[in-house]
């Protein structure tokens, strides 16, 4: 078996923890759906992998119910508070401050996924991830590098230091993780259900936590938060492929979309994947759907966002700009766009049952740890999403920070966010189950896999290891993972005009977690072991 992958007949988690895939084929093997391993595996990643796992963060969910079955999106990104204001920052403000703080979205979310769908009872759902807090857990060689770096940069953040350090020493890659805080949290959620977070004693401690460092969120804010049930965005890809996201605040659905449209008016049968052609067709594409991003949505709320960013029409218009033998100056899209002079905090999961119900779900603390604020006594990280917005409104440069209108901060307002967790389908039935973490890069590591797999033909799990790169409108550069490994190509791309880079501030792009449906029958899960991972089968 080729490491890092699974090939199962009755159902598939996949992810960055292997105690979390685990906890969610254990709830498959109980007879729950592929909506309540995923919430399980959520859970079991708030204790294993915290990072980015979380109770006190936000993020999307795409469920494909058994085959027939209409695909349902949930919005869960956290929201501003009402306190909050559009100039609230100044430059020099750390990102690591109870301001930062957004009102947390992924209790909420999950619930709302388990009244649509779920089939087991809440309480045992957060059964594994209390066992793996209380009793604990082997940390791996990535949970271990990550807390060491962040227990020893943050020597100010007393509770961080206090729940997530080793006494005697720094932690080795085995040593048991116990995180009894955090599981005596779980356990009111458990007992007491998702209200315990937004208005019961986790709200309290939370709200406490919030006065301490001069925090926005109220109770007031907690009590009114709601996760949204949403109506995917789809393409029939290639007349074949039925590929589903989630529409805004999700701001990345929109990117896959608008470059896959925009692939469908080129022909790549002929090219090889790792072509000049392909590749620079497909960094155009990248360029010209994050320049969009940048200039146009925002929270549905809040915004009028153009309908016909996702059209084929649009597509087509913005594919006749490409020029097939030279690059496009970045600044030379933008012209409306007044340009100054001068993360993996996200983790993604899937989970597909026997029956074939599939969830895809990316959610993120927004940076690495997020705020670094860990609730006293809680024992869970709360994020710093409202670093997510757009802070300094008319101020964006080209070193790639946005400030257009329609990200601005808002009382009560998502921010828009690149997660971007897909479903493919063909013929009713699951191909494509994926997702990745990576801020801006998401989508475009999203298309990485998809062109592979669906254009090309690769096996999922090739797909999943093989380089990937991404344009992201500014900087005006191509991020490209081992670039060594295709000196032709990278020569002339050098000559079209680009300017090739390798990935920062981490030597990779994305964690993209992806199930194969074989047609045939059964499934194949393809963990991403760029940081680590695992697929659970059975």
Known sequence: MIPGTVEAQNGVVVSVS??????????????????????????????????????????FMLVCPEAG????????????????????????????????????GTVRGLELAHQRFGSLPWKRLLAPAIALAREGFPADRALVAATNDILAASPDFAELQRVYGKPDGAWQAGDQMRLPDLAHTLSLLAEQGPDAFYTGPIAEGLLAEMRSGTGLITGEDLAAYRAIERRPLTIRYRGLYDVYVPPLASAGGICLIEELNMLECFDLNGAERWSPETVQLMAEVMRRAQVDRARYPGDPAFVQNPDWLTTRDYARMRAAS?????????????????????????THFGVIDKKGMAVANTYTLERRWGSKIVVKNMGFLLNNNMRAFNLFPGETDTKGNVGTLANIIAPRKRPISSMTPTIVTREGRVLLVTGSTGSRAIPNTLLNILVSVLDFGMPVHTAVRSPRFSQEWFPDHIRMESPERIP??????????????????????????TIWGDPHGGYVGAADLRISGKASGY
Do not use: C
Not at 18 to 42: C, E, F, K, M, R
Not at 83 to 96: D, G, I, L, N
């Open 18 to 59: 292997a105690p979390a895939s685990d906890a969610g084929v254990s709830i498959l093997q109980q007879g729950g759906n592929a909506v309540d391993a995923a919430i399980a595996t959520a859970f079991a990643l708030a204790v294993t992998y915290p990072l980015a796992g979380n109770i006190g963060g936000g993020g």
């Open 69 to 104: 079955g209409e695909p349902v999106a949930f919005d869960y990104r956290e929201t501003a508070p009402a306190a909050a204001w559009p100039t609230m920052y100044t430059k020099e403000e750390s990102q690591f401050t109870h301001r930062a703080v957004a009102t947390p």
């Open 322 to 346: 490409i020029d097939r033998h030279r690059a496009t100056p970045s600044a030379s899209l933008a012209a409306d766009i007044a340009l100054s002079s001068e993360s993996t905090s996200t």
């Open 488 to 513: 032709q190509t990278v020569q002339a791309l050098t000559e079209m005009g680009y300017t090739i880079v390798a990935p920062t501030p981490l030597p990779f792009q994305g964690d993209a977690h």
